[in-house]
């Protein structure tokens, strides 16, 4: 009896496996919010990232021991929402409140620093429409229609972690340029460091970007998407590709210390390699 009783556990145990990780996803998803209101934003950029690494994981095990299920896959979308859509929200909506140096003053409703804010939430909106279309959906087995939410989340993610833990900026106040000059002769900060700083806190700049990542999830236009095809290396050679020209950027990235910065990059080469999707037959 205790030997059928082991097996039967062993069995529901792995059975399991796919919807525990997906699970792990959704807490990290729920940790990363509260690490946004405990002014603690690259601790809420890694559970991103570990969330992502989970994401990926769930649907390999699904397919790899053929537990698939209908609840797996509603469950996935809904802690997927949470880590991929409501997290990278919060995270800019601070961004926007730091640019705006509201970020340790009261957030008063009416003002307007408090509807600037909003366009950060445009995201966790344009995610849960997205996802839920992916649900309905029986024509994404190849591809991708819309930018998946993690790739969107990873690109939020890594901007933080780079500004954050790479550059080691205090950016809990909008940084300004003399205090960067004297970074820059304290701590030897590169040429190359000053033009990010540049680039990320430019005026509007996170609403701008709220905007576009969240037209991206909604865009009824082709990407590329990882899932096997076929045994063919042929009907795979655009993933390769992109694999390859990925490792050449964190490479380069990797000898300049600054890993973070190749995620962006390669968020963009993922949407101009998609672009011949929508040429196909």
Same mark, same amino acid.
């Given at each position: 009896?205790?030997?059928?009783?082991?097996?039967?556990?062993?069995? *529901?145990?792995?059975?399991?496996?796919?919807?525990?990780?997906?699970?792990?996803?959704?807490?990290? @998803?729920?940790?990363?919010?509260?690490?946004?209101?405990?002014?603690?934003?690259?601790?809420?950029? =890694?559970?991103?990232?570990?969330?992502?690494?989970?994401? *990926?994981?769930? @649907?390999?095990?699904?397919?790899?021991? &053929?537990?698939?299920?209908? $609840?797996?896959?509603?469950?996935?979308?809904? !802690?997927?929402?949470?880590?991929?859509?409501?997290?990278?929200?919060?995270?800019?909506?601070?961004?926007?409140? $730091?640019?705006?140096?509201?970020?340790? #003053?009261?957030?008063?409703? @009416?003002?307007? +620093?408090?509807?600037?804010?909003?366009?950060?939430?445009?995201?966790? $909106?344009?995610?849960?429409?997205?996802?839920?279309?992916?649900?309905?959906?029986?024509?994404? #087995?190849?591809?991708?229609? &819309?930018?998946?939410?993690?790739?969107?989340?990873?690109?939020? &993610?890594?901007?933080? %972690?780079?500004?954050?833990?790479?550059?080691? %900026?205090?950016?809990?106040?909008?940084?300004?340029?003399?205090?960067?000059?004297?970074?820059?002769?304290?701590?030897?900060?590169? #040429?190359?460091?000053?033009?990010?700083?540049?680039?990320?806190?430019?005026?509007?700049?996170?609403?701008?970007?709220?905007?576009?990542?969240?037209? %991206?999830?909604?865009?009824? +236009?082709? =990407?590329? !998407?990882?899932?096997?095809?076929?045994?063919?290396?042929?009907?795979?050679?655009?993933?390769?590709?992109?694999?390859? %020209?990925?490792?050449?950027?964190? @490479?380069?990235? &990797?000898?300049?210390?600054?890993? =973070? !910065?190749?995620?962006?990059?390669?968020?963009?080469?993922?949407?101009?390699?998609?672009?011949?999707?929508?040429?196909?037959?």
């Amino acid at each position: 009896m205790f030997i059928y009783t082991l097996y039967f556990c062993k069995v *529901f145990f792995i059975k399991a496996l796919p919807n525990i990780a997906t699970l792990f996803n959704l807490f990290l @998803g729920v940790a990363g919010i509260v690490f946004t209101f405990n002014t603690q934003l690259e601790m809420a950029a =890694f559970c991103i990232v570990v969330a992502a690494v989970l994401d *990926f994981l769930d @649907g390999f095990l699904a397919r790899l021991l &053929g537990v698939s299920s209908a $609840i797996g896959k509603q469950l996935d979308s809904l !802690a997927d929402l949470i880590s991929f859509g409501l997290l990278p929200s919060m995270i800019l909506f601070q961004f926007i409140r $730091i640019h705006q140096n509201q970020y340790f #003053e009261d957030w008063q409703i @009416g003002t307007p +620093f408090f509807y600037e804010s909003l366009w950060a939430f445009l995201i966790v $909106i344009c995610a849960a429409l997205r996802l839920a279309k992916f649900n309905v959906s029986d024509n994404q #087995e190849h591809h991708f229609v &819309g930018v998946p939410t993690p790739a969107i989340a990873l690109f939020v &993610g890594s901007i933080t %972690l780079l500004l954050f833990d790479e550059l080691r %900026l205090n950016l809990y106040v909008a940084p300004q340029w003399q205090a960067i000059v004297y970074l820059q002769e304290k701590r030897r900060i590169s #040429e190359f460091d000053l033009q990010l700083v540049d680039l990320f806190f430019a005026k509007n700049r996170y609403i701008i970007l709220s905007v576009c990542l969240s037209v %991206l999830m909604v865009l009824p +236009f082709k =990407f590329m !998407a990882f899932k096997p095809k076929s045994k063919s290396l042929k009907a795979h050679f655009p993933q390769i590709i992109f694999l390859f %020209l990925s490792l050449l950027i964190l @490479g380069y990235f &990797g000898w300049t210390h600054h890993v =973070f !910065a190749a995620f962006p990059i390669m968020f963009l080469l993922y949407l101009v390699m998609s672009i011949p999707l929508n040429f196909k037959r």
